[in-house]
């Protein structure tokens, strides 16, 4: 688990060409034959050893296969069938402002028989339905106002998905924002950002960046920052009020 610092609160091939050259079709063959010859040779001089490994290699595909067909497969499918239901709960979570806190427990601990995300975590380990819980759950945590494990769940979230991985970084520095820990915040914008570069989510978490710049005093990484947003995503809603931020930041001290 992570540690934190005193709450202050409030994510060929190669063309080969090849050629022959000079070469007859003798001296080819010739060399296939003594190339031929030196194989047997090995094979036969450990040829035990060798029927052992190749064994030993048999053992170890069929072990996987049988892994894969017997243990993850039906492991995998099962996660995914509890993951519905808290999957359920937590969309329902985001669009109730009444009854958003239960619902997130609900998505976290379970309901109707059903597993919660922590549960798909600790007993589908290695499991897709495991990985994505781990980011479902961090911003379960987060709209709970426990920041701590908001950052812990969506360290351990892995993607290759860009949007997601880069707001899973963005989320661990709003509640690195919220425990007060400003570095700590600018240092995952910046991952966040570096992330992806999309009109979704890299003007947000920019300005984001901007923002916790502008209060740590570092003013010129605030302005890069700004302008980058009014550079690169003109169109953007973080866009139409950077003028105004970018000459706050233009001014001397």
């Known amino acids: 688990m992570a540690t934190y610092k005193k709450k202050g609160y409030k994510s060929r091939s190669k063309d080969f060409n090849s050629s022959v050259k000079d070469s007859t079709t003798a001296e ?37 296969l049988g892994y894969e ?12 069938n509890e993951l519905f239901t808290a999957q359920n709960y937590f969309n ?8 958003k806190d239960s619902l997130f427990l609900l998505s976290l601990n379970g309901g109707e028989g059903k597993y919660g995300f922590l549960d798909i975590i600790n007993n589908y380990s290695g499991t897709d339905a495991a990985n994505l819980s781990y980011y479902s759950a961090g911003i379960a945590y987060f709209n709970l106002n426990d920041f701590e494990k908001s950052i812990d769940f969506l360290k351990n979230f892995k993607s290759d998905d860009e949007i997601l991985n880069a707001l899973a970084k963005g989320v661990i520095g709003d509640s690195f924002a919220e425990l007060n820990q400003l570095n700590d915040a600018l240092d995952s ?27 740590l005093g570092k003013k010129s990484e605030a302005l890069n920052y700004y302008k980058k ?4 995503f003109p169109k953007s809603p973080e866009s ?8 706050k930041n233009s001014l001397k001290n």
């Open 28 to 64: 080819v063959f010739e060399t296939l034959d003594v190339s031929a010859s030196r194989t047997e040779m090995i094979v036969s001089k450990y040829q035990n050893y060798i029927i052992g490994i190749v064994g030993l290699s048999v053992i170890i595909v069929l072990g996987y």
């Open 240 to 247: 139409i009020l950077i003028d105004i931020q970018i000459g």
């Open 229 to 232: 947003i009014k550079e690169d």
């Open 189 to 215: 914008y910046k991952l966040a950002v570096n992330s992806s570069s999309n009109k979704f989510s890299s003007p947000k978490f920019l300005l984001k960046a901007g923002n916790i710049a502008t209060l």
């Open 92 to 99: 329902k979570a985001l669009n109730d402002s009444e009854n």
């Open 69 to 80: 067909n017997f243990i993850l497969q039906p492991k995998t499918e099962e996660a995914n």
